[in-house]
């Protein structure tokens, strides 16, 4: 009695194998995240140096650092979430929580889905032709910001709408009942419990942002524009409407566009990208946990 | 509980229905419902599932606007006033229309949050000292029999209390409002015996200040807890009476089948 049978003993059999399958596949893709970020700090490590960062490129790339282009993609970026954050975060409070199932609310969703399958190069070519021609920006940093917003909008919609979705419609059923609009139920009740989801999705776009590069190509990147390297002027040197340099541009230009950079500055100026996005999400990311502890706004 | 059954005079009554009919698209769901429901009463709103009573129920304070699809004829008066009247302020006529779900739902936030937030969305910031709200606080978690439980933690959340607490939690907040009625939809299918006994007891106390309709599939509970019954089928008002007649002498043949267990 209870003893096992033959076809309970393959059962086990196959059990452990999917177990161990499913262990082996995850160890795979954590294998390859960790190799590229110890063989890029291993090759770049003679190469970096505080002063590598803090620097403007010099003697055409070949010597100095990356300070340029690295305060380019962080105004880029808080640029880019500057725009595309309010704009994303309320239509997606409009579509999840005001909009009414009919064909006009079919047609936006549609939409939306269908602008986060464009690729990035396509973004480049309208950006530079809606921003930089039509509007008259010129090849600026607000262009290129502009460029990346319609890009990243897409996904800070659908993950906001995800994030609202998942706040109980009991809660709503409750503010509702005692006779509560729409919006005091979203601002009292809704957004506080769906913040740290919604932030969730806007942080996913802080290192598309960083490291996409065909979409300013156009837009407002440049190859070479140094900026002041202390003082007020070294951290917000680029003004909205002027050209600046950015990491994943600069990489790019190092590796394929100038002769005579060593590979230890290629891949330390990669290290920094990694960096930076590590920086600016982690403080996204602890902006989310504190305010996820802090609820009473 | 006939005590209060006495002789029927219509100012008495808090809600009034005459003819009033619905449809969710095309399938009917209320059927010409003409019913008085007195003051100060409890009156249990019972029938088998999908006989309209929670529908019903949700007409009072038109919350059933919201699920889209609906449409609604004949009229509905609450204090003698029609609520589809072009002057009817939905959220005033929430404020003194209160609702208690199936499922206690409290809000993601603290117990006196919770008891203060019908006050909140209700009134501009600086409208009440925080000497009048803790008092309101205080006054309505004594109501509902909460204080003592919870008067060390009200600042605690209010998920973390127990089903049969935030259950009075959710009734509590209501008071504030000066609510006129408060609907309940079947508030104890959630709760276990000794909390159905507990909101039972708190029912009894409340219906001296407040009109109560319950909808209720507890057949003991429907004759534990109200003065009067309505019985519904198939969308269809059948009986309306004292508990008492219901449930000894119902006029009707079905509602006898019915209060008897013969279906439902």
């Keep these: 009695m209870f003893s096992s049978t033959p076809r309970e003993k393959r059962r086990r059999k196959i059990e452990r194998i999917a177990a161990v399958t499913c262990f082996l596949f995850t160890m795979l893709l954590v294998v390859p995240v960790l190799a590229i970020l110890t063989y890029l700090v291993v090759r770049a490590w003679p190469a970096l140096s505080l002063d590598f960062i803090l620097e403007n490129p010099q003697n055409l790339m070949q010597s100095g650092g990356i300070w340029a282009p690295l305060v380019g993609t962080f105004c880029l970026v808080w640029l880019t979430l500057a725009i595309s954050a309010p ?40 950006g530079f032709g809606a921003f930089v021609l039509t509007l008259g920006m010129g090849k600026s940093l607000l262009a290129a910001s502009c460029t990346m917003s319609v890009m990243t909008l897409p996904v800070i919609i659908t993950s906001t709408r995800e994030a609202l979705a998942a706040v109980p ?61 202390s003082g007020f002027a070294s951290i917000l040197p680029y003004s909205v409407d002027q050209p600046f340099m950015a990491m994943s541009m600069h990489l790019f230009t190092l590796m394929t566009q100038v002769r005579g950079v060593s590979e230890e500055m290629q891949y330390a100026t990669a290290v920094a990208l990694v960096g930076l996005i590590l920086l600016i999400s982690g403080g996204a990311i602890g902006l989310r946990t504190w305010l996820r502890n802090h609820r009473r706004w | 509980m006939t005590h209060k059954h006495d002789e029927h005079n219509e100012r008495d009554d808090s809600i009034q229905t005459e003819g009033l009919n619905l449809w969710y698209g095309t399938f009917q769901a209320l059927h010409d419902i003409h019913l008085r429901i007195r003051s100060r009463m409890i009156t249990s ?84 000292t925080r000497a009048m709200q803790d008092e309101m606080v205080e006054s309505a978690l004594r109501d509902v029999q909460l204080w003592d ?12 209390l127990s089903l049969e607490q935030q259950q009075k939690l959710c009734i509590a907040r209501l008071l504030p409002l000066k609510p006129q009625v408060i609907l309940m939809d079947e508030p104890c299918s959630a709760l276990d015996a000794e909390g ?69």
């Design chain 2, 45 to 128: 709103l019972i029938g088998p599932s999908g006989c309209g009573k929670t529908t019903l129920l949700r007409c009072f304070n038109r919350i059933n606007e919201r699920f889209g699809y609906v449409r609604t004829e004949g009229s509905i008066r609450v204090l003698g006033k029609n609520i589809y009247d072009p002057d009817v302020s939905l959220s005033e006529l929430r404020k003194s229309i209160g609702m208690v779900f199936q499922r206690p739902n409290p809000l993601p936030i603290s117990i006196r949050e919770n008891v203060l937030f019908g006050l909140r969305i209700h009134s501009e910031r600086g409208d009440f």
């Design chain 2, 149 to 160: 439980d919870v008067k060390d933690q009200l600042k605690k959340r209010a998920v973390h």
């Design chain 1, 169 to 229: 419609i009991s809660f709503r059923m409750a503010c509702w009942n005692m006779g509560a609009t729409r919006w005091q139920t979203i601002r009292t009740i809704v957004l506080p419990n769906s913040m740290s989801g919604i932030l969730t999705g806007v942080i996913l776009q802080i290192s598309r942002t960083a490291g996409e590069t065909a979409p300013i190509l156009f837009t407002g990147v440049v190859f070479y524009a140094p900026v002041a390297e």
């Design chain 1, 87 to 126: 704009i994303g975060i309320l239509a997606g409070i409009y579509l999840n929580e005001y909009a009414r199932d009919n064909w006009f609310t079919r047609v936006v969703s549609l939409a939306v889905v269908n602008l986060a399958g464009v690729p990035s190069i396509v973004h480049a070519l309208f």
């Design chain 2, 196 to 264: 159905t006994e507990q909101i039972e007891l708190l029912l009894e106390q409340l219906s001296e200040k407040y009109t109560i309709v319950i909808v209720t599939h507890n057949m003991g509970q429907a004759r534990r807890v109200s003065h009067e019954c309505i019985f519904m089928l198939h969308g269809r008002m059948i009986e309306h009476d004292s508990t008492f007649t219901i449930f000894n002498n119902p006029k009707n043949p079905e509602t006898d089948q019915y209060v008897s267990g013969h279906y439902g």
